[in-house]
């Protein structure tokens, strides 16, 4: 379970965080929605450990990732996977060796094993045959499977999106949906995403938070938020441009 | 007030720019000391910095030392003691040419190159992902580079001293009629061991400061293509400024 | 295989820089490491002046050493010198300071005298005969003129 209290952070001056309280139960699905700049990014940062915060904690199983000293921090770490919003591929690695990077790198595997396995692993995202190409030879849809099967390889215990299916075909979506909903039922574990697409949100997760100005103002199912009272998660997800949300 | 203001904020602004490059240097030297040491990563980098300058470097000093050879035997003729072109050409590249030259050109090909890749690789959030999977990005992306710049810098700048005297034996005794065993004789007499160990000493340094600037640069780009070309133009004009700031400093030190 | 064949080329840019390194150092730079063995002996000069690191000490016109230290003790000049190995020197060896060429480039030159015994390594040589400066000479040279008697003194330049 990760459990984020009281978190906040500002850049020049200006807050971006200011005191979120998030729970994480282990084993859902976790979308984070709020406008663009709201500071998703930023929140979804502290929480892998990619970013310090002013104050606050994001405690991850019991330990508080924010207080931890660099040795410590890496075995909590070892727990994570992320799929990047661009996929985040090594450029001058073909696609089987991204795959075979982490456990080439992290783990002692042997190299014919790590390979028989990234082999593996990529014929599961439904990529055989690819393993030679390099990333930018391949679609966006094709980088985010190669993206998705580079961190299940390592079999993590909560699998981190970044906007998960933006800019993709509403059949590659799809394609990745199912992935992701396959890939789950076969490891069980933690899955949490940043999104602005309310319909994969509806489809995907079973919490949904809304951050807002720096804070999460509705965490709830999402047949409950859909219901939702409150005008700005309302607005967010009817899309209206008239309401609290000012546009700019 | 507003004078004040504006100076002080620009203060705040280079300190503490480089109050980071100095950690960022420190992380270097912490993560390049910590075990595991990847030999294969610094030998790449060494071919991209060391065997691919090769040839510009070549070129460059090769250029350099004939136009020594021409310059000073005008110069030294009307002296009537052209037999001191030798030495001549040999201490100005040795003590300060070669340094300088060598890596101004190190920075243009390989030092561009790497805060450009680096820059890529954080805006592609390629670092980042390294970071997740827990290997330390300073470690494995940018220790290497630094590695290899402070063995190969000093090996260039040999391969620049040498091919630059023999540009400067070419016009001026193949040309210009200096007697060769005086071209030779003159530098053995003036050149010291002090020299060499001081020309080396400053492409050491000199090193150390192109790669630590453009993989700094590159390492905190900014965001998007313009972050990448700014971090570039920065890095160049940067590890220039300090290649040339430092050779003064490293003169005064070394005389 | 591609790899393999990158770290060949970075050996032979290894090599090629260390040999550049190396020729720099030990042909032009004459790393002492690697140069003829020496042994050293020094000489006490009244003035050394314009003397330096480095100057070198001929016999008969040959190179046979370098000037390694100048030093001063009881207000004399104590010259150290490295000689080569081979060159055996009679203890009434006379070393004086010569100026080359009309820069005044300075140098040792060294006169062996008849002895049986040589000098060993650490010896003084005794009998010098110091740097000539050109100022010095040229007023000896008025006041020989002005009072051909030859009396010596230093006072008096009228």
């Not at chain 2, 993989?215 to 400024?241: F, P, Q």
């Amino acid at each position: 379970m990760i459990k984020v209290s009281n978190l906040r952070k500002s850049f020049d001056g200006v807050e971006v965080l200011k005191g979120v309280d998030i729970e994480i139960p282990t084993g859902s699905t976790m979308a984070i929605i709020g406008k663009s700049g709201a500071g998703k990014t930023v929140l979804f940062k502290h929480l892998v450990g990619l970013m310090r915060p002013d104050s606050g904690s994001v405690v991850v199983d019991g330990a508080d990732i924010t207080r931890l000293r660099a040795g410590a921090l890496k075995e909590v770490k070892r727990k994570f996977g992320m799929v990047f919003q661009g996929g985040a591929l090594f450029d001058s690695l073909t696609v089987l060796e991204n795959i075979a990077f982490p456990m080439r790198e992290l783990t002692g595997l042997k190299e014919s094993e790590l390979l028989k396995k990234a082999g593996e692993m990529l014929k599961e995202v439904g990529l055989s045959g690819m393993g030679n190409k390099y990333p930018d030879e391949i679609s966006g849809g094709m980088k985010k499977r190669v993206a998705l099967a580079r961190a299940l390889v390592m079999s993590p215990e909560y699998l981190f999106f970044d906007e998960p299916t933006t800019g993709l075909d509403p059949i590659v979506e799809n394609a990745i949906h199912a992935l992701m909903k396959r890939c789950k039922a076969l490891a069980p574990c933690t899955y949490i995403m940043v999104s602005h697409d309310i319909k994969e949100v509806l489809e995907m997760s079973d919490l949904v938070a809304m951050l807002h100005e720096g804070v999460i103002i509705e965490c709830s199912a999402p047949e409950e938020i859909t219901g939702s009272s409150n005008p700005v998660v309302k607005q967010f997800l009817s899309g209206s441009t008239e309401g609290p949300i000012q546009m700019y | 007030m507003g004078f004040f203001t504006a100076v002080g904020r620009a203060a705040i602004l280079y300190l503490g720019e480089m109050g980071r490059m100095l950690l960022f240097l420190l992380q270097f030297v912490f993560s390049a000391l910590k075990p595991p040491y990847r030999i294969l990563r610094v030998i790449k980098e060494m071919h991209f910095i060391g065997v691919k300058s090769l040839f510009i470097i070549a070129l460059t000093s090769g250029f350099t030392g004939m136009v020594l050879g021409l310059q000073g035997y005008h110069t030294l003729r009307k002296f009537g003691s052209e037999s001191a072109l030798g030495s001549l050409v040999a201490l100005s590249l040795i003590r300060e040419l070669g340094p300088v030259l060598g890596s101004l050109m190190v920075t243009a090909r390989a030092g561009s190159a790497m805060t450009a890749e680096l820059g890529i690789m954080r805006i592609s959030e390629q670092i980042d992902a390294l970071d997740v999977m827990t290997l330390d990005p300073v470690k494995f992306l940018v220790a290497p580079k630094m590695l290899a710049g402070v063995l190969a810098v000093p090996l260039l700048v040999a391969i620049f001293d040498v091919i630059g005297i023999w540009g400067g034996y070419i016009v001026g005794v193949r040309l210009l009629g200096v007697n060769a065993a005086r071209y030779f004789d003159g530098m053995k007499e003036s050149l010291e061991f002090r020299d060499v160990w001081g020309g080396a000493v400053k492409s050491l340094a000199f090193g150390l400061i192109v790669t630590w600037v453009s993989c700094y640069k590159g390492y905190n780009c900014g965001h998007g293509a313009r972050g990448v070309g700014d971090a570039t133009t920065e890095a160049v004009v940067l590890s220039a400024i300090l290649v040339l700031a430092w050779d003064y400093i490293l003169t005064s030190l070394l005389l | 295989m591609k790899e393999e064949r990158m770290e060949i080329l970075v050996g032979v840019f290894v090599a090629i820089g260390l040999a550049a390194l190396a020729y720099l150092s030990i042909n032009l730079g004459r790393l002492p490491v690697f140069g003829p063995k020496t042994y050293a002996i020094k000489a006490v000069f009244t003035s050394s002046s314009g003397l330096k690191d480095g100057d070198t000490i001929e016999i008969a016109g040959v190179e046979v050493g370098k000037v390694a230290g100048i030093g001063l003790k009881d207000y004399n000049s104590v010259v150290s010198m490295n000689i080569d190995s081979g060159i055996k020197l009679p203890d009434d060896t006379m070393a004086s300071i010569r100026t080359r060429g009309i820069i005044g480039e300075k140098f040792i030159k060294l006169s062996p005298g008849g002895s049986e015994t040589a000098l060993r390594p650490g010896e003084t040589i005794i009998n010098t005969e110091s740097s000539i400066d050109i100022e010095e000479l040229v007023s000896k040279y008025i006041f020989s003129l002005s009072k051909p008697s030859g009396e010596k003194g230093v006072e008096g330049k009228k």
